[in-house]
């Protein structure tokens, strides 16, 4: 097999996508002071818009699910016709658009809002906001089990939300060290009730999640982010495996549009994986369709996709620095190589 990367890819009978590469979420810290999408991210996605799928940047469900400044939200009427700009322009140059639904969890900080910050225990993660190291992080409160049903539901509201602005569907974001990421891994999840020490116990909250996105937008228009192998605001601890070992045939049943791994750096492997890399592990595991990511070049990730390795792949940095990506690897011409400076400006 040889697979062309750049030729259609039919996600199901919803969706079919234009090529195979994914614009990977990438936050940007440029909303305004609201938390709307500007005239600047208009322009900035709508120049993606050749990619087969944008995934936006971490988007926040509700006021206390922010940890980073200025990202953007999707629970305000605001909001939403702000993004709808975004995905009218993404349409109107033939793309295709999902939102990824974002709660920070223990990373979030009360500067943002007025309220307590809520994860799945009271444990704390050390260090401070990027962007504004004098806010250091706080002992969150253990969500009570209202709590929990009321973040479940703001979820659904705003993947609800996602579809009136005009996505295509959404990605939940399971990864990262942020709410959902912090129920599947010991280190920040020691509850005592449903939704804690066992595997199936700690998967609960991420299965609901995606059940009351699912019955909110449909199975065809909702994926999921997970990082099975801590490495962003968690520390890795064996047990773990266990829990995805029990997530990733659930979710499979679930029939959704994409399973995407989260990982800066695919060749990373983990000691709680049994030595996997991310992908390895998530392919073992999960037969349903996989986004693979973490530095990969179109040529490693065409080599990836052809030995079965995942079926799509998701891009960042570089996309950060070449907004005409897919034009220059078509062409074969030399990609501007990515550096953090360029996260100063949205081109
Ligand atoms: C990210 N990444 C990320 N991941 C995510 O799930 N939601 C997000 O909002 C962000 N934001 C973000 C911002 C910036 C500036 C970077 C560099 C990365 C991770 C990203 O989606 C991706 O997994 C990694 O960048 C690895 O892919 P590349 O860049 O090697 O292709
Ligand atoms: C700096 C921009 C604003 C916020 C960015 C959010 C999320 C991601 C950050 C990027 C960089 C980080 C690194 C981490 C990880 C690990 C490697 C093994």
Redesign the pocket.
């Given at each position: 097999m040889n697979t062309d990367l750049l030729t259609p890819y039919r996600l199901n009978d919803t969706i079919e996508l234009k090529n195979r590469v994914l614009m990977?979420?990438?936050?940007?810290c440029m909303a305004d002071e609201n938390l709307v999408p500007t005239q600047d991210m208009v322009e900035y996605y709508a120049r993606r818009a050749d990619t087969g799928l944008i995934?936006s940047?971490?988007t926040i469900i509700r006021p206390d699910g922010q940890g980073y400044p200025t990202?953007p939200g999707l629970f305000t009427r605001e909001q939403i016709e702000g993004w709808k700009k975004v995905t009218d322009a993404v349409h109107a140059n033939g793309g295709k658009m999902f939102a990824?639904l974002?709660h920070v969890g223990r990373v979030a900080h009360p500067h943002f809002f007025d309220g307590e910050v809520l994860a799945p225990s009271a444990i704390g993660v050390e260090g401070s906001v990027p962007r504004m190291r004098e806010l250091t992080y706080i002992t969150p409160k253990a969500a009570t089990t209202d709590d929990i049903k009321s973040l479940i539901a703001d979820f659904a509201k705003a993947a609800e939300n996602a579809i009136e602005a005009g996505f295509d569907g959404v990605?939940i974001?399971g990864?990262?060290g942020y709410l959902i990421d912090q129920f599947l891994h010991y280190e920040a999840n020691v509850r005592e009730d449903e939704y804690g020490q066992t595997p199936q116990n700690m998967a609960r909250f991420a299965l609901e999640v995606t059940d009351a996105v699912i019955a909110a937008v449909g199975n065809e228009r909702t994926a999921l982010?997970v990082t099975p192998g801590a490495y962003f605001n968690m520390s890795e601890d064996n047990r773990d495996k266990a829990v995805f070992d029990y997530l990733l045939p659930e979710l499979e049943k679930r029939n959704l549009a994409y399973l995407?791994g989260?990982?800066?750096?695919d060749s990373t492997t983990f000691e709680s994986l049994e030595g996997k890399t991310t992908s390895e592990f998530l392919r073992a595991g999960y037969k349903g369709v996989l986004v693979g990511?973490?530095?990969?070049s179109f040529e490693s990730a065409k080599a990836a996709i052809n030995e079965g390795k995942f079926d799509l792949i998701?891009?960042?940095?570089?996309?950060?620095a070449n907004s005409d990506y897919i034009s220059k690897v078509t062409n074969g011409e030399e990609l501007v190589p990515?550096s953090?400076e360029m996260?100063a400006e949205l081109k």
């Amino acid at each position: 097999m040889n697979t062309d990367l750049l030729t259609p890819y039919r996600l199901n009978d919803t969706i079919e996508l234009k090529n195979r590469v994914l614009m990977a979420p990438l936050t940007r810290c440029m909303a305004d002071e609201n938390l709307v999408p500007t005239q600047d991210m208009v322009e900035y996605y709508a120049r993606r818009a050749d990619t087969g799928l944008i995934i936006s940047e971490a988007t926040i469900i509700r006021p206390d699910g922010q940890g980073y400044p200025t990202t953007p939200g999707l629970f305000t009427r605001e909001q939403i016709e702000g993004w709808k700009k975004v995905t009218d322009a993404v349409h109107a140059n033939g793309g295709k658009m999902f939102a990824q639904l974002w709660h920070v969890g223990r990373v979030a900080h009360p500067h943002f809002f007025d309220g307590e910050v809520l994860a799945p225990s009271a444990i704390g993660v050390e260090g401070s906001v990027p962007r504004m190291r004098e806010l250091t992080y706080i002992t969150p409160k253990a969500a009570t089990t209202d709590d929990i049903k009321s973040l479940i539901a703001d979820f659904a509201k705003a993947a609800e939300n996602a579809i009136e602005a005009g996505f295509d569907g959404v990605e939940i974001h399971g990864a990262n060290g942020y709410l959902i990421d912090q129920f599947l891994h010991y280190e920040a999840n020691v509850r005592e009730d449903e939704y804690g020490q066992t595997p199936q116990n700690m998967a609960r909250f991420a299965l609901e999640v995606t059940d009351a996105v699912i019955a909110a937008v449909g199975n065809e228009r909702t994926a999921l982010r997970v990082t099975p192998g801590a490495y962003f605001n968690m520390s890795e601890d064996n047990r773990d495996k266990a829990v995805f070992d029990y997530l990733l045939p659930e979710l499979e049943k679930r029939n959704l549009a994409y399973l995407h791994g989260g990982i800066f750096d695919d060749s990373t492997t983990f000691e709680s994986l049994e030595g996997k890399t991310t992908s390895e592990f998530l392919r073992a595991g999960y037969k349903g369709v996989l986004v693979g990511v973490g530095s990969y070049s179109f040529e490693s990730a065409k080599a990836a996709i052809n030995e079965g390795k995942f079926d799509l792949i998701a891009i960042g940095r570089p996309l950060i620095a070449n907004s005409d990506y897919i034009s220059k690897v078509t062409n074969g011409e030399e990609l501007v190589p990515y550096s953090d400076e360029m996260l100063a400006e949205l081109k």
